[in-house]
């Protein structure tokens, strides 16, 4: 079993940039392939950002490539999404997600764990 607890989150300006952070619980976190999605208000939760379990790949959204950048700590077992550049349409609650590497990694059915979520807000 993993846990997890999302932090970081707040209110910025547009171009303002944000640091998610994602604590993990469980001696098996660096078996897990990572995840962050977001979900707006009425929307379906879309994927945002995914990293190896050895955090050698990385795969991103059309809609935040070149101003998200994904990474991990398997020591800490912490997984960040530093976010730049930062745009109102980025305002949503952000997940942080763990699945199985050989999952479908842009899918919210290819991680089993879940965490509560941090809320991003993007002033105009």
């Known amino acids: 079993q993993v846990q997890l607890v999302e932090s970081g989150g707040g209110l910025v300006q547009t171009g303002g940039s944000l640091r998610l952070s994602c604590a993990a619980s469980?001696?098996?976190?660096?078996?897990?392939?990572m995840g962050w999605f977001r979900q707006a208000p009425g929307k379906e939760r879309e994927f945002v950002a995914r990293?190896?379990?050895?955090?050698?790949?990385?795969n991103y959204a059309d809609s935040v490539k070149g101003r998200f950048t994904i990474s991990r700590d398997n020591v800490k077992n912490m997984v960040y999404l530093q976010m730049d550049s930062l745009k109102p349409e980025d305002t949503a609650l952000y997940y942080c997600a763990a699945g199985d590497p050989g999952s479908s990694y842009w899918s919210p059915a290819g991680y089993d764990y879940w965490g509560q979520g941090t809320q991003v807000t993007v002033s105009s």
């Open positions: 990293i190896s379990s050895r955090g050698e790949r990385t």
């Open positions: 469980g001696r098996t976190f660096s078996s897990y392939a």
